[in-house]
């Protein structure tokens, strides 16, 4: 039996194709998210490197930003729900999840049989997100997968004490004409994020193991920033930009088990 999970996000989409439950057997993602042609491009590519068809699929869910303009779906389930569903599939000792996508951020408190016992959410600032990286990464002349690395050259963290995107950006465009070091400015930059979605972790009270998802774990940078701000170490997920799929490919097996 294969089962389909698709997550619209605000930035990217993510088609995961799972066989009997437990077999990923294509994870693919299209960086431009709902209201795109991502959706329909995530799940072309899906079909072609599993060798499928749209008939093969007993059951389809979709979840994220976007879920509900997604018509092809037998059902929709939220994004936190999914999200808590995959990581537990892959990491069960999971039991804090950070999730920092491209407009949000999360946290979620799991249970020892991977249950939300509780979420946070921040979805009403780019603060924080991929969105505030993308930012400045065009700001600093650099690009998203350069980051990690001009992070890991930086002598010290130059701070970023606005919580504001666009007061950030003036922040930063101020310490570069003063000279401060661009790695140093990217270090700072990274703790900025880190320091928000810690934030986010804390108000659930702080539960190992931690597990970072979302498009921004694939960051060194800030996956560091973040294991510093907790004191503890952090695992990234595998793919983590497909945990929410995943989650919904597993939820769409249990509800094709019931038909």
Request: glycine content about 10%.
């Given at each position: 039996?294969?089962?389909?999970?698709?997550?619209?996000?605000?930035?990217?989409?993510?088609?995961?194709?799972?066989?009997?439950?437990?077999?990923?057997?294509?994870?693919?993602?299209?960086?431009?998210?709902?209201?795109?042609?991502?959706?329909?491009?995530?799940?072309?590519?899906?079909?072609?490197?599993?060798?499928?068809?749209?008939?093969?699929?007993?059951?389809?869910?979709?979840?994220?930003?976007?879920?509900?303009?997604?018509?092809?779906?037998?059902?929709?389930?939220?994004?936190?729900?999914?999200?808590?569903?995959?990581?537990?599939?892959?990491?069960?000792?999971?039991?804090?999840?950070?999730?920092?996508?491209?407009?949000?951020?999360?946290?979620?408190?799991?249970?020892?049989?991977?249950?939300?016992?509780?979420?946070?959410?921040?979805?009403?600032?780019?603060?924080?997100?991929?969105?505030?990286?993308?930012?400045?990464?065009?700001?600093?002349?650099?690009?998203?997968?350069?980051?990690?690395?001009?992070?890991?050259?930086?002598?010290?963290?130059a701070p970023i004490s606005s919580t504001c995107t666009v007061f950030a950006e003036?922040?930063?465009?101020?310490?570069?004409?003063?000279?401060?070091?661009?790695?140093?400015?990217?270090?700072?930059?990274?703790?900025?994020?880190?320091?928000?979605?810690?934030?986010?972790?804390?108000?659930?009270?702080?539960?190992?193991?931690?597990?970072?998802?979302?498009?921004?774990?694939?960051?060194?940078?800030?996956?560091?920033?973040?294991?510093?701000?907790?004191?503890?170490?952090?695992?990234?997920?595998?793919?983590?930009?497909?945990?929410?799929?995943?989650?919904?490919?597993?939820?769409?097996?249990?509800?094709?088990?019931?038909?």
């Amino acid at each position: 039996m294969y089962t389909l999970g698709i997550d619209v996000g605000s930035a990217s989409s993510k088609a995961v194709i799972l066989k009997d439950g437990k077999d990923i057997v294509a994870a693919e993602v299209v960086q431009v998210g709902t209201g795109s042609s991502g959706p329909q491009r995530a799940l072309d590519k899906a079909f072609e490197v599993s060798g499928l068809k749209k008939e093969d699929i007993s059951y389809t869910v979709a979840t994220g930003y976007g879920r509900f303009n997604f018509s092809d779906a037998d059902k929709q389930i939220s994004e936190i729900s999914c999200h808590a569903k995959g990581i537990y599939f892959l990491v069960p000792t999971a039991r804090t999840i950070i999730d920092i996508g491209g407009q949000d951020a999360k946290a979620i408190r799991l249970d020892d049989k991977g249950g939300i016992k509780q979420f946070f959410m921040n979805d009403k600032c780019a603060a924080g997100t991929g969105r505030f990286l993308e930012v400045m990464a065009r700001v600093l002349e650099t690009t998203l997968d350069e980051m990690a690395e001009l992070d890991e050259q930086a002598t010290d963290t130059a701070p970023i004490s606005s919580t504001c995107t666009v007061f950030a950006e003036s922040e930063v465009i101020s310490q570069l004409s003063n000279g401060v070091s661009r790695n140093n400015i990217i270090k700072g930059v990274h703790l900025s994020v880190a320091s928000r979605a810690c934030g986010l972790a804390y108000r659930g009270g702080l539960e190992k193991d931690v597990v970072m998802t979302g498009g921004v774990a694939k960051n060194a940078g800030v996956v560091r920033a973040v294991a510093g701000v907790l004191k503890t170490d952090v695992i990234v997920a595998p793919n983590p930009q497909t945990t929410g799929a995943l989650g919904a490919a597993l939820y769409a097996y249990e509800a094709a088990q019931k038909k």
